[in-house]
């Protein structure tokens, strides 16, 4: 019986985001790492919303095992999730607008989040309101790097995907 889901076009959606995660193993600016792409990626490409969402989860979780964890990465995976959703949304047509927004978007609610975070949980800031405003105000000198980050590895990694298709019409037809 013949397995419908690994095509060769599956796999190289799985080669995309498996190498793009492997990208946050070589040293970069602060928030300038393709996480954003990789979940934008899965939601916009999977059609079976069970592989939009694991393959990147897992490729984060395989890096983070490198990389280490932290305190707030529940904030992390909400925020990398809810990434994916805007990516499944967002980019049902592969227009450079919609990628774009989508991009902005993500890095805004990575921002957003993450931050809450850190605010929530960490011992760095008092929990009222001064506190909060302190955790996001020093927080953005990195969010350029987010944003930066994001958009040089959204269009890298959708770019290529799309120079792969044109390159082979027949990924193009097959459903993955």
Known sequence: MKNNSITPGFLILIGMVLAAAFVRLI??????????????????????KWAAFLVPLAALFITDLIIGFHGTMWAVYLSFVLIVVIGTVMIKKKKVS?????SVSASVLFFVIS??????????YSKDIAGFATCYTAAIPFFHYTLLGDLFFVTLIFGAYELIRGRFPQLAESKI
Do not use: D
Not at 98 to 102: H, M, P, Q, R, S
């Open 98 to 102: 919609n990628i774009f927004l989508a």
């Open 27 to 48: 040293p970069h600016p602060p928030n300038f790492a393709p996480i954003a792409a990789m979940a934008l990626f899965g939601g916009a490409y999977f059609t079976k």
């Open 115 to 124: 931050n809450f975070g850190v605010w929530l949980t960490g011992p760095y």
